[in-house]
């Protein structure tokens, strides 16, 4: 069974929180090609942003994304910590602030109401600062 992850990026994102996770997992599901050749990959993956439009990282880097976070169909949102001076960021995945223009924390707008299937969870990478949510 393949595992749907959803990898957010939004505005002064660490972009190693996104890549770096999005790395791991292409490398996990060539490993399991190579042992068992012909099944499911274990993951499939998706970059999203609050509303679907490339995000600036902390770096300056441009990332693209599949689509906006209001339409994920994942088990697993993997969200990146911001940087360390930049804590008004944490806030916006921890319940807090909301999402860009849309007045709603981000695990409300990952909520299984349109996407992550079955409550699934909400995680920071551990780069700075980082929280993690389970909701139901």
Do not use: K
Not at 24 to 51: E, I, M, Y
Not at 65 to 87: F, M, T, Y
Request: glycine fraction near 14%.
């Amino acid at each position: 069974m393949t595992l749907r992850v959803a990898i957010l990026a939004f505005d002064d994102c660490h972009a190693s929180g996104v890549i770096g996770p999005l790395d791991l997992l292409h490398a996990a599901n060539a490993v399991a090609a190579r042992l068992t050749p012909g099944a499911a990959p274990p993951f499939a993956t998706q970059v999203l942003s609050p509303d679907g439009a490339p995000v600036r990282a902390a770096n300056g880097y441009r990332l693209a994304v599949d689509g906006a976070l209001g339409d994920a169909r994942a088990e697993v949102v993997i969200v990146p910590a911001p940087p360390a001076n930049r804590a008004d960021r944490a806030a916006r995945f921890a319940g807090g602030a909301g999402a860009p223009g849309t007045g709603q924390p981000l695990a409300r707008r990952a909520a299984p109401r349109r996407g992550v299937a079955g409550g699934g969870l909400l995680r920071s990478v551990p780069v700075g600062t980082g929280r993690a949510a389970r909701w139901p």
